[in-house]
Structure formats: structure tokens, C-alpha cells
């Protein structure tokens, strides 16, 4: 669904998503490489488990929230893809403990 416009030799950098490698470039947002990389949503809901992925990509929604490297609840839109950054999505009320 998600394409990435042609670029010529965009550097990359890998990270995880749920354990799984995966890459993106330099400058991505965690948001939009996780879309690229085929990650429809970023987590579900605490009451209903409804999945909710990136929609305004700007910081208003929080639709997108995820844990970055053990630290829950960060908006995936205003995060840019670091080497080595471990990306975990977020399930239900999983993250409300923390």
C-alpha cells in the first residue's frame, strides 16, 4: 500500500520491529518506516484491542505511540529510525503498567 518514492542512493540504517530486522533511511521516521516495512498498525487499543496505526503523522493523534528501546508510550511520528533502535509495538492495556 505504502510506497517510497524513488531516491538514488538513499543510505539506509537497520533497526528492529519486534525482534524482526528491517531497515530504513537515514532521516525516516520511526512512523513511516514501520508503514514501509509493512507494519499496518502500531498498537492496539487498551479497552477494545482495536489496532491503531500512524494517521496525522505530526504529533496530534497519538495513534502511533510504540516503545522505542524499552521506553513505552513514544509518538512514532516524531521519532526519527536510529542504528540498532529496538521498535516494539504496542498491544492493549501491555503498556499502561509501565
Not at 537515514?26 to 516495512?37: C, Q, S, W
Not at 504496542?90 to 503498567?97: A, K
Request: a negative charge; charged letters at 20%.
Amino acid at each position: 500500500m505504502f510506497h517510497r518514492l524513488p531516491v538514488p542512493d538513499g543510505e539506509t540504517v537497520s533497526f528492529t520491529i519486534d525482534g524482526t530486522p528491517a531497515e530504513a533511511r537515514v532521516g525516516d521516521t520511526v512512523a513511516a518506516a514501520l508503514l514501509v516495512n509493512g507494519v499496518p498498525h502500531c498498537r492496539t487499543t487498551p479497552v477494545s484491542g482495536s489496532p491503531r496505526g500512524p494517521y496525522c503523522m505530526m504529533g496530534v493523534c497519538f495513534d502511533c505511540l510504540v516503545t522505542i528501546d524499552g521506553v513505552g508510550n513514544r509518538q512514532a511520528c516524531q521519532e526519527r529510525v536510529a542504528p540498532g533502535m529496538r521498535v516494539a509495538t504496542q498491544m492493549g492495556s501491555r503498556e499502561l503498567d509501565r
